[in-house]
């Protein structure tokens, strides 16, 4: 499933599946919006780990700060902008094979968050990645990074600075 922005500045790639019962509330339309109430609805039939995964997409969002929006919090952002049509970020969960086909008519001018090694493993990125340091690496050729998952032990604080500053140098970057 795909959601948030059909024109996305900003990609996540996560390598897990939403819970089955959570499409029931959105439309038909290939890229979904998030709306609260299907964000709380996959929190409640996914767990725990989706509120985290929403919360560090949230902060991370909000650090960068490349929407024009008013709020002053990153749980205002999540609240009110997180994932929306009309935002510049868009969440991909897919399969493995869905993931590759999917990476295939990315735009040379996506910044793409490859959630994981084992993500990057999956479709077959991992070979590529030039290991900036133990927790990021950028696929060779592309905006592309390998990052921790959004999991606050494995995505701190710290290293969620760290990643916004990656992605500040991908956009501003001419190549």
């Keep these: 499933m795909i959601i948030g922005s059909s024109s996305p500045q900003i990609v996540v790639l996560i390598n897990h ?5 959570s499409s029931s509330l959105v439309s038909t339309d290939f890229v979904y ?3 609260n109430e299907w964000r709380e609805q996959i929190i ?10 929403f919360n560090i997409y949230a902060k991370l969002a909000f650090s960068l700060d490349i929407e024009v929006n008013e709020t002053k919090t990153w749980q205002d952002y999540r609240d009110q902008h997180l994932l929306n049509s009309e935002g ?3 969440l991909v969960c897919l399969g493995d094979a869905s993931l590759k086909t999917y990476l295939q008519g990315i735009s040379d001018q996506t910044v793409v968050l490859i959630t994981g090694k084992k993500c990057a493993e999956s479709v077959g990125l991992l070979d ?3 290991w900036l340091d133990r927790d990021f690496a950028q696929v060779i050729g592309t905006r592309w990074l390998v990052c921790p998952y959004f999991d606050y032990r494995q995505l701190s604080n710290i290293k969620l600075e760290r990643l916004v500053e990656l ?6 970057s001419t190549e």
């Design 17 to 21: 599946f939403l819970p089955d019962g």
């Design 33 to 35: 919006s998030l709306t």
């Design 44 to 53: 409640v039939e996914g767990g725990n780990n989706w509120r985290k995964i």
């Design 88 to 90: 510049a970020f868009q």
């Design 128 to 130: 590529d990645a030039h």
């Design 167 to 172: 992605i500040h140098d991908r956009i501003n």
